[in-house]
């Protein structure tokens, strides 16, 4: 089986940087994703990993480590606008047409 | 803009009713997923369709039915609506190619009283 851990909530202010973690369990890993989720819209698609290392997309940054299980992803530069829940969520090779979401970070930002 | 719409938008309904929801794609996508999202247990999925009449279940399918008769349409159907499927309902279609990413619909919000 599967399984995705991250924190529930982070706070951080706006104009520095944040990192959100997430670890993983799976038995045949086939890609990571990040999402980012505003309260009451659906989620919009922000990165994907497959392979070991960081992945740069303007002010935001995902980085993968199949080895540990682990990726986060790197908000610079934050801005009020980012304050919306992180969803990272893992495809399997044994399911290849699905992944499986962890239950999200919910990110505030305060000024 | 991955050219999905979902109807109704929001519904109220009571415990027994059927329900069925629509979700409408324009790009001719082969797969499409529906999830349920609930605070503490993030985004669950409960079917999806791999083709015009090609679905499976998901990890939380009990209660809910499907069916895709066309490319576009992908149903999800309650057929006696109980509380605990109060939720918020997303439809999902899947590019292929590249890194096969989910694009999401804008949701359905169901009440059930």
């Known amino acids: 089986g599967q399984n995705i851990d991250q924190p529930t909530e982070m706070t951080a202010t706006e104009g520095a940087i944040v990192q959100i973690n997430c670890t993983y369990q799976?038995?045949?890993?086939?890609?990571l994703f990040w999402y980012q989720q505003h309260a009451g819209e659906a989620p919009t698609f922000l990165s994907y990993n497959v392979l070991d290392g960081l992945e740069e997309k303007g002010r935001f940054s995902s980085f993968l480590s199949r080895s540990k299980g682990y990726s986060y992803l790197l908000l610079k530069e934050l801005q009020m606008k980012d304050s919306a829940s992180y969803l990272c969520?893992?495809?399997?090779?044994?399911?290849?047409?699905?992944?499986?979401f962890g239950s999200g970070t919910r990110l505030s930002i305060r000024p | 803009d991955a050219g999905i719409t979902q109807s109704p938008r929001h519904k109220v309904t009571e415990t027994g009713t059927p329900v069925t929801l629509r979700c409408h794609q324009t790009?001719?996508?082969?797969?499409m997923y529906w999830y349920r999202q609930d605070p503490g247990h993030g985004l669950r999925l409960i079917h999806y369709s791999y083709g015009v009449k090609d679905t499976d279940k998901g990890e939380v399918s009990d209660g809910y039915s499907v069916s895709r008769s066309k490319t576009e349409d992908f149903l999800l159907t309650l057929e006696s609506a109980t509380s605990s499927q109060t939720s918020v309902y997303f439809c999902?279609?899947?590019?292929?190619?590249?890194?096969?990413?989910?694009?999401f619909g804008p949701g359905t919000r169901l009440t059930v009283l």
């Open positions: 790009e001719n996508h082969r797969y």
């Open positions: 969520a893992v495809r399997d090779y044994s399911s290849a047409s699905k992944i499986i």
């Open positions: 799976t038995s045949g890993f086939n890609g």
């Open positions: 999902a279609i899947q590019r292929q190619g590249g890194t096969d990413t989910q694009y």
